[in-house]
């Protein structure tokens, strides 16, 4: 189903630091998280977010092609409606999908990327919390600088007619900043792909598939303090825009799909922390404006065509304060939202009222922490087309347990349980025909045990981290075909149990000042099988599109101005449909990249980066979803530009 | 999943109508079997030929790939053997595989493509030397058999599916299904002399299958909204020019010896049921003619031998389906694991 486009808005980051310091005291400072630095990810030179979050444990990308292509997130099972994702502090949600397109958001301006499964001590907004996992992402756009002027840019090639241009300028002081930042892309995405017909191969090129957009945000911020409070407000404002065509799966012996689609998202929010010994409290408000066109220009009904039109306008807001007393850590929050839908299709006029409030104590001992904490969820919907609809409430306990570095030096061990619910989304429950009025929310819940080791010998350092998760979803939310092929509709059969485990090893060894080296690797093993209903020929069945097996490897070199990369990619078998038959099964497949950069300091504080590089050097003909044909052998070559 | 312009589509079912007898069997590699058509699901491509060998059982999958080393394509919706060539319809792919009755090599791969546009071809039926196939953008395409080209294209209503023969006469079932809220009503009567529409009846909303018996009756199913409005029988009096609604539940229907064994599966409930009506008589014979337990999701019937039935099951239409065959008195007597959602068979003795 089509998803719909976020966009970035603000937030606060530059207090973490701060906060570190002052809460975690002599305990462990690894978080939950797996995160990706700036390096990182200027080391992986992602298309999008979606491509990017591929390389992090435990997250599957269901990828609909390559710039462009639809990307969703699927976490330990659960999918990506059980996910938040966080920018600059403020959650960015698709009332109308559940779910956001990875794939339409950018890379260029991200400083950090994390995926956080558990609750934390950090003023995150309290809907991520309740989630089932959140991605934080962080921007140039909304960070302090101490420079006068601090200036990102880059322009970017690569093959089947990607451009990208991007700026990014900021006037820092010790006290303000304000942010100026553009980008365009544009993309031909005529890729040739290959079609084995038997023991033939044929090669085609994707068709219909160009795309081009441009976003344009201004961020300012002001902080002051006063009697060791410090106070930061920060405001933003953005908008972006994709005209994108859509290809569609591969159909044989029919490649004529004319479809496009053009989104605009225009948004602007406000963010306020302060932070002080013992109180701290952060509060946040976005207002979001999203249109979506829809266009079919061959579609057999009457008229010729389907054009659809969609706007949904969101305000959210909320506030998460924290205290601490002694040993204890008090943490009161909520956050309420309220999402409405205009469109030129029959789906009325839905509007929703989200309201997740959470109550937490953690408790610091001397060898362990534990928190509790009480979430509740509720989700409130009207519709004119529906005379009554049942308000959904839910309390949810949440649980977590650490060890701290003064029961095993470098080692930490946890446990936390988590149970969230989801509201179906505005297509899941009114789309004409397709839509069910009667949903009500899917329910998950993880149990997960798990460690994390951090070594750090001279100028080796080690880290692993591994987790053994149980998850389930219970009134899984599902499409299926009804009446017959044609006619499907949404429906709350599902029961999915989950099993798995992960397991995530980083190194870095500084050999001198001009040497050093970064390996990583991750492996993830899931059994996210089917429990609905015994006599189903699926029963036990791992369902559609969730790799039991999937591992990424990253390898960087670097000599000076010097940087050489590789990662590889292996995604296992997975399935078409939910009965695990040879005639549905996709094969597993690896890809490789490699690149290399070299930096040029011009001036001081002038540097010049050239990075060039191959994706998928093995030119592996692939695809995660069956007939979504994922681009072959391609190369880029990036040039940037950093003053400060 | 891209599929949103497929999941508005409000239609399709199965449609069994009155073709040409089948043929007797000639000598060739392929004999005591079935071959069936799997329709597979949209935009997965996974239409697929089975044989089944009735001396051993065994099922051989993916045939028309194996023999034609190219895949057959996407939403294989409907199966004609007629002048030992099989013709088969194939909406998503939007051609026409007219493959040879002895060897399923193919012939030729009829491109179903106006003005690049694809025109989705859904059923297909034969008359004198001609079959003549329903597409998607409103026309019935005359195709002559010895050429294997399309030598006229008639203008019907929207989204014609269902196509039967009687007495001179080619009925076409205008469904007008991806209009959803604003479906066609209307069955087209086109002199098969003159290829030119010379009649219209109005039968109800979505029509979709059509058959017709020897008393100068063409029975239609109209599928209503998939709500309030009902999946029903209707009858058209050719003589008379009289339409009724017989409030017979129905989703398609297969003819043999003027009995009408009318399949319906009520999604609401999830139970699958065949009647008999009596065509001469104008009366139900038998309203439960197989055991609802049988079956998961009925998704057609076609007569088998002189002595049984074959029912496809959907098995929910996302797991591959099974031929269940019936005996006349509406025992379950075998099944047989084909393909995803088999929709038509051709016996070889």
């Known amino acids: 189903m089509m998803l719909f486009i976020p966009f970035f808005i603000f937030s606060q980051k530059d207090t973490t630091t701060f906060e570190e310091v002052t809460i975690k005291g002599n305990h462990f400072k690894a978080n939950q998280h797996s995160t990706l630095s700036q390096e990182d990810i200027q080391q992986l030179a992602p298309h999008d977010l979606g491509t990017l979050l591929q390389y992090v444990n435990g997250v599957t990308i269901k990828n609909y092609g390559g710039i462009g292509g639809m990307k969703t997130l699927s976490h330990r099972g ?16 698709d009332p109308q999908n559940g779910q956001n397109n990875l794939g339409n958001i950018q890379p260029n301006n991200l400083e950090e990327v994390k995926v956080s499964h558990q609750n934390e001590n950090s003023l995150v907004p309290v809907s991520s919390l309740i989630k089932g996992s959140s991605i934080h992402l962080r921007t140039f756009d909304q960070q302090f600088s101490p420079n006068l002027l601090s200036v990102r840019s880059s322009i970017t090639l690569g093959s089947f007619g990607q451009q990208e241009a991007f700026v990014a300028l900021k006037n820092g002081g010790q006290k303000t900043f304000l942010s100026l930042t553009g980008g365009l892309r544009s993309y031909k995405g005529n890729y040739p792909y290959r079609l084995s017909y038997g023991n033939e191969t044929k090669e085609v090129l994707r068709r219909n598939n160009a795309l081009n957009d441009y976003y344009l945000s201004i961020g300012g911020g002001f902080k002051w303090h006063n009697h060791k409070a410090h106070h930061v407000l920060k405001v933003s404002a953005k908008t972006s825009a994709v005209d994108q065509e859509l290809p569609g799966a591969v159909i044989f012996y029919n490649d004529m799909a004319q479809e496009t689609l053009k989104t605009q998202n225009t948004n602007t929010g406000i963010n306020y922390s302060l932070i002080s010994k013992n109180f701290s409290l952060k509060a946040f408000g976005q207002y979001a404006h999203r249109f979506l066109h829809y266009h079919d220009p061959t579609f057999l009904n009457q008229e010729g065509f389907i054009d659809n039109r969609y706007t949904t306008n969101s305000i959210i807001g909320g506030v998460h304060t924290r205290y601490r007393l002694n040993n204890f850590i008090f943490h009161v929050g909520n956050d309420l939202g309220y999402d409405m839908l205009l469109s030129s299709r029959d789906l009325g006029n839905p509007t929703r009222y989200t309201n997740t409030a959470m109550l937490k104590t953690k408790y610091q001992m001397k060898y362990f922490s534990a928190e509790v904490s009480v979430f509740a969820q509720s989700f409130l919907d009207r519709n004119n087309i529906q005379s009554h609809r049942n308000d959904y409430h839910k309390f949810h306990p949440q649980l977590a347990v650490f060890t701290s570095d003064q029961l095993f030096e470098n080692l930490q061990l946890f446990a936390w349980y988590k149970p969230s619910s989801r509201a179906p989304s505005f297509n899941e429950l009114y789309y004409s025909q397709v839509g069910n009025k009667t949903l009500t929310p899917e329910e998950s819940s993880q149990v997960d045990v798990g460690f994390k080791y951090f070594k750090k010998i001279n100028k080796f350092e080690f880290s692993v981290n591994g987790n053994i998760f149980k998850n389930e979803v219970r009134n899984k939310i599902l499409a299926l075909p009804t009446q017959n092929l044609f006619v499907w509709s949404i429906q709350n059969i599902g029961k999915v149990d989950v099993f798995g485990s992960d397991i995530h090893i980083a190194t870095q060894y500084k050999i001198n000042n001009d040497w050093s080296i970064n390996l990583q690797t991750g492996m993830s093993y899931q059994k996210v099988v089917d429990i609905s209903n015994s006599n189903s020929p699926t029963y036990k069945h791992q369902i559609a599109y969730t790799p039991a097996l999937t591992g990424n490897a990253t390898i960087s070199a670097n000599y000076k101005n010097i940087g ?33 950069n070299y930096a040029i300091k011009l001036k001081t504080k002038h540097t010049l980066k050239l990075h060039a590089g191959i994706k998928n050097i093995g030119n592996a003909s692939y695809n995660f979803i069956r007939y979504y044909v994922m681009p072959g052998r391609n190369y880029f070559i990036k040039l940037s530009y950093e003053f400060n | 999943m891209n599929s949103i312009k497929y999941i508005i589509i409000a239609l399709i079912v199965l449609t069994s109508c009155k073709k040409d007898k089948t043929e007797p069997l000639t000598e060739g590699g392929y004999s005591n079997g079935i071959l069936v058509l799997n329709e597979g699901l949209f935009q997965l491509n996974n239409s697929t030929l089975s044989w089944v060998n009735l001396s051993t059982q065994d099922v051989t999958t993916d045939l028309f790939l194996s023999v034609n080393n190219r895949p057959l394509g996407d939403t294989g919706n409907d199966m004609l053997l007629y002048g030992g060539k099989i013709y088969i319809t194939v909406t998503g792919s939007s051609t026409v595989e007219v493959i040879d009755r002895n060897t399923l090599k193919s012939i030729k791969q009829i491109s179903f493509n106006y003005n690049n546009q694809a ?7 034969s008359h004198k030397g001609k079959v003549f196939v329903s597409s998607f953008d409103g026309y019935v395409s005359a195709i002559d058999t010895t050429s294997l080209q399309i030598t006229k294209r008639i203008k019907v209503g929207r989204n014609p599916e269902g196509l039967c023969v009687s007495n001179n006469s080619l009925y076409v079932a205008n469904s007008g299904g991806l209009d959803y809220g604003n479906v066609d009503t209307t069955v087209f009567e086109i002199n098969l002399n003159t290829l030119m529409v010379v009649d219209t009846f109005v039968v109800g909303d979505n029509p979709g299958a059509v058959i017709a018996d020897n008393y100068n009756n063409i029975y239609v199913v109209k599928r209503g909204d998939h709500g309030a409005n009902p999946s029903e029988l209707v009858r058209i009096n050719t003589s008379d020019k009289s339409v009724v609604n017989l409030g017979i539940p129905a989703t398609s229907f297969t003819m043999v010896d003027n009995q009408l064994y009318i399949s319906h599966y009520n999604y609401t409930t999830s139970s699958s049921s065949v009647a008999v009506y009596d065509c001469a008589s104008q009366a139900m014979i038998n309203s439960s003619f197989i055991s609802n337990q049988d079956i998961s999701t009925l998704y057609g019937i076609t007569p088998f031998k002189s002595d049984q039935f ?5 098995m929910n239409y996302t ?13 379950l007597t075998n099944s047989i694991n084909v393909g995803l959602n088999p929709n038509s068979i051709i016996h070889y003795e």
């Open chain 1, 78 to 93: 659960l999918g990506g409606e059980h996910t938040q994702l966080v920018i600059d502090g403020v959650p960015i949600n």
């Open chain 1, 564 to 596: 050489l990369h590789a990662t590889g990619l292996y995604i296992g078998e997975r399935y078409s449909l939910n009965e695990n038959i040879l005639s549905n099964r996709l094969d597993p497949y690896m890809t490789f990249d490699v690149s290399a």
């Open chain 2, 119 to 125: 025109q989705e071809p859904r059923n297909v039926v």
């Open chain 2, 310 to 314: 074959i029912c496809f099951d959907a």
């Open chain 2, 319 to 331: 797991n591959s389906g099974y031929l269940r065959f019936f005996n006349l008195s509406g025992q």
